[in-house]
């Protein structure tokens, strides 16, 4: 009898690890406790590498697309994507437990997508990927309010169920979008 293996590629392997990864850091934002999060937003520190995680992203882009001059043209409108989606978040005049929860929700939706992606890629059968990733991410958030129902220094919301699960859908087709573009650019460049 062939043993059946957990995962199809080693692609697939790490985005799922890079998954468990993020839900670590969500869980154990739990237990941090209210202090040093207060510590963390009397001191502006949140808001400051927030800032400086977008410039970095748009940094790396835009070098790295300076390598080839034929995608140079598709990674500016990466980093026009990023830019956008981060004033977006500046705009929407979001606290930053909301902007945090955007970032983790919609990365952590996004690794899920991809590794399913990368699954069916692989002949497992997958059926439609962006609702699952949504769901099971939407469904972690869900977890994590419900787990600080229990905790006396964390407030249960039902809002931020309902952003954890929009963050998990704006993660994901924000990715299915940045992935037809590439497929556009693509086809743009072999002609």
Not at 90 to 114: A, K, N, P
Request: hydrophobic content about 50%.
């Amino acid at each position: 009898m062939k043993k059946r293996k957990i995962f199809t590629s080693k692609r697939e392997r790490k985005l799922w690890t890079w998954a468990l990864v993020v839900c670590i850091a969500i869980y154990a934002t739990l237990f941090l406790g209210g202090q040093f999060i207060d510590y963390m937003v009397e001191r502006r520190i949140i808001e400051q590498s927030t800032f400086y995680f977008f410039l970095v992203l748009i940094l790396a882009f835009i070098f790295s697309g300076l390598k080839s001059s034929r995608k140079r043209l598709e990674y500016w409108i990466y980093a026009g994507v990023i830019a956008v989606y981060g004033t977006a978040l500046l705009r929407m005049d979001l606290t930053i437990t909301e902007c945090s929860h955007m970032i983790e929700y919609g990365l952590l939706s996004i690794l899920i997508y991809e590794a399913l992606v990368e699954r069916g890629l692989n002949g497992a059968n997958i059926k439609l990927p962006i609702i699952t990733s949504i769901v099971a991410a939407g469904t972690i958030g869900l977890l994590d309010e419900c787990i600080q129902y229990f905790l006396s220094y964390r407030v249960f919301d039902i809002v931020d169920i309902g952003f954890n699960y929009l963050a998990s859908a704006l993660g994901v087709l924000i990715n299915y979008g940045v992935s037809k573009l590439q497929q556009i650019f693509t086809n743009w460049n072999r002609k």
